[in-house]
Structure formats: structure tokens, C-alpha cells
């Protein structure tokens, strides 16, 4: 995934960009969780040098993007089916029929919230590593006479 954006800060080895999001950043979630404006800023590594008013851009590799992609949305889709299929063998073996639904369905839901708890602890370890965007250079902008 390959954005443009302008270096708005500097920090150390990083750099704080503003961008705008587009439809396919929107759907993500990777560089910031649960944004819904246009206007995104994310924190980035500066890999190209970068310096305040410079326009960049930004990539985050495509193997990343699909573990990403995977942690934020097919861990809580497994936990929650696991939940439920859980829950409708447990009323099973306990023969309370009646309980199917409502034991599926609080352990699918209880489990899928107890995954997105585990995903939100673990933000700062994966912040560090992987799953940062990275600037990887700066775009030569045309100047205007």
C-alpha cells in the first residue's frame, strides 16, 4: 500500500505525516485504528530523510499488510465462530437443547471480546515492530512559474 503525504514533525528516527485516506487505506485499519475522517496522521519511519514540509511517501509492505489484516479482523471472525460452535457442542452434551442459542451465543461474543482485549494489549509491542508505516521517500513535487 503506497500513500503520499506531508511531514508535518520530525521525531528522532520517525516522522508524523498528514495524509488523506483512500478507499482502500479507509477499510485497513493498520495505521490508525477506528480513524473515519478523510485526514489521517500517522506516525511513520523515516527511512528516506525526510524533513518538515517535505511530501513523502508512505508504504506499508504487502506481507505486513496481510498479518495486519489478519490480527485485526480474522482472529476476533475465528474466536467468534470457535465461540459458537463451542457453546452449541456444550448444550449438546449437557442435553439442554434450549440453551443452544443463548450459550453459542454469549461464548461467541465473549470470546471475540476477550480476543480484541488481547489484540489491545499487545498494540505496543506490534507498534514497535512490523506494522508501521514506513516513509521510504520524498515525491519531487513540480514548481509552478
Not at 31 to 36: D, E, L, P, V
Not at 107 to 135: N, V
Amino acid at each position: 500500500m503506497r500513500e503520499q503525504g506531508l511531514v508535518i514533525k520530525e521525531e528522532q528516527d520517525k516522522v508524523v505525516i498528514q495524509l488523506t485516506r483512500q478507499d482502500a487505506c479507509q477499510k485497513c485499519g493498520a495505521c490508525s485504528i477506528g480513524a473515519h475522517d478523510q485526514e489521517m496522521v500517522v506516525t511513520a519511519e523515516n527511512h528516506c530523510g525526510a524533513k518538515e514540509g517535505d511530501w513523502v511517501y508512505l508504504d506499508l509492505e504487502q506481507s505486513n499488510f496481510f498479518k495486519a489484516a489478519g490480527i485485526m479482523y480474522g482472529l476476533p471472525l475465528g474466536t467468534l465462530l470457535m465461540g459458537f460452535l463451542l457453546g452449541y457442542g456444550m448444550a449438546f452434551l449437557i442435553k439442554r437443547p434450549a440453551w443452544q442459542e443463548p450459550l453459542a451465543l454469549t461464548l461467541g461474543l465473549g470470546m471475540m471480546a476477550i480476543t480484541f482485549l488481547w489484540i489491545r494489549s499487545q498494540e505496543q509491542r506490534w507498534s514497535k515492530k512490523d506494522f508501521r508505516p514506513i516513509a521510504v521517500g520524498i515525491v519531487e513535487r513540480e514548481e509552478e512559474a
